[in-house]
């Protein structure tokens, strides 16, 4: 197949970081002369880290089958400490400006905000109305780690749970759904990162029938769940982390003077002064490529405001 390129700003820092990994992108102008209509996808940025965040996720939009277009989107009720407004200013919108717009795709990232309520987040009320319109403008919405708890409370009622400690490293999963058009050629198990301090139970999601876990870790618990259609679909780990994140994770921990555990099956020989193993970049590709193609491309219709409300 042939591989199509994401569309991003050329001074998009992201642009350079992808261009020296050999991953094809397109500037804005060149691919305004392409006469296809791009799969929208607007991307919610919660993380602190801007820059590392776009990054992680636009090298797994890469090889989408057909032009990507992506939006970033930021919160309004919420300023970011650690990237400067000069950089939101250029690359990220408020919800008001795209609330009249579609698009075939949507992802909503993690945030570092578990140890509070939902609704003592600064911005829950916000992110509530943006999840509500994804229901009508976005053809398929994809929730990260935080955001997938996020998505699973205001959706459905289900709660998190707070761990006695921090849920950090690589584990294994095995396939709950294995027919399942999201994990289309994936092996009978897989690994995937987690960073988090709460979880939600595969109990709960069970009185919600028109939800599916598809997969999940002994350990980790429930990683993958589905929405009857794949409209809405939720990852409670962080298969876009680069090799190196979970250590800057942890040296920050410990740095701060943490209890921290070592992440588990990450470093070699357990020494965080060994190269991580990166052990997880394949079937995070893949995952990511079954949710453009089946979830969101074979899915959407051609006119995006003709998408159907959940």
């Keep these: 197949m042939k591989k199509i390129p994401i569309r991003i700003p050329k001074n998009l820092p992201a642009f350079n970081a992808l261009s020296n990994e050999n991953i094809f992108v397109m500037p804005s102008e060149t691919a305004d002369k392409q006469d296809i209509r791009p799969l929208r996808i607007l991307l919610l940025n ?22 990507v277009d992506i939006e970033f989107l930021t919160v309004k009720s919420h300023t970011s400490k650690n990237t400067p407004k000069s950089y939101m200013d250029t690359f990220y919108k408020i919800f008001d400006e795209i609330k009249e717009d579609f698009f075939d795709g ?3 990232t993690g945030a570092p905000v ?4 939902f609704e003592k ?3 829950w009320s916000e992110l509530c109305k943006i999840m509500e319109w994804s229901k009508s403008h976005v053809q398929s919405t994809l929730h990260i780690c935080w955001g997938a708890q996020a998505g699973l409370y205001y959706h459905f009622g289900i709660p998190k749970y707070t761990l006695s ?6 584990f294994t999963h095995k396939l709950s759904s294995p027919k399942s058009i999201l994990i289309k050629g994936f092996d009978d198990y897989f690994y995937a990162p987690h960073s988090r301090y709460t979880e939600i139970r595969a ?24 929405l009857d259609g794949c409209r809405q679909v939720f990852i409670t780990g962080h298969c876009e982390y680069d090799r ?9 921990d410990v740095a701060k003077g943490l209890d921290i555990d070592i992440p588990c099956n990450y470093f070699p020989n357990d020494n965080p002064n060994e190269k991580p193993l990166f052990t997880w970049s394949a079937q995070a590709n893949l995952l990511f490529s079954n949710w453009l193609n089946y979830c969101v491309y074979q899915s959407t219709p051609f006119d995006i405001t003709k998408i159907t409300k959940i």
């Design 203 to 226: 109990e709960d999601i069970a009185k919600t029938p028109q939800l599916t876990v598809i997969a999940e870790s002994d350990i980790a618990g429930v990683h993958l769940i589905k």
């Design 121 to 123: 987040v600064d911005y």
């Design 165 to 170: 400690k921090k849920l950090s490293g690589i």
């Design 114 to 117: 578990e140890h509070l309520p």
């Design 46 to 67: 919660l993380m602190p880290l801007k820059e590392v965040t776009e990054t992680q996720f636009l090298r797994l939009l890469s090889n989408a089958p057909l032009q």
């Design 106 to 108: 949507f992802i909503i």
């Design 244 to 252: 190196e994140t979970l250590a800057e994770e942890y040296k920050r």
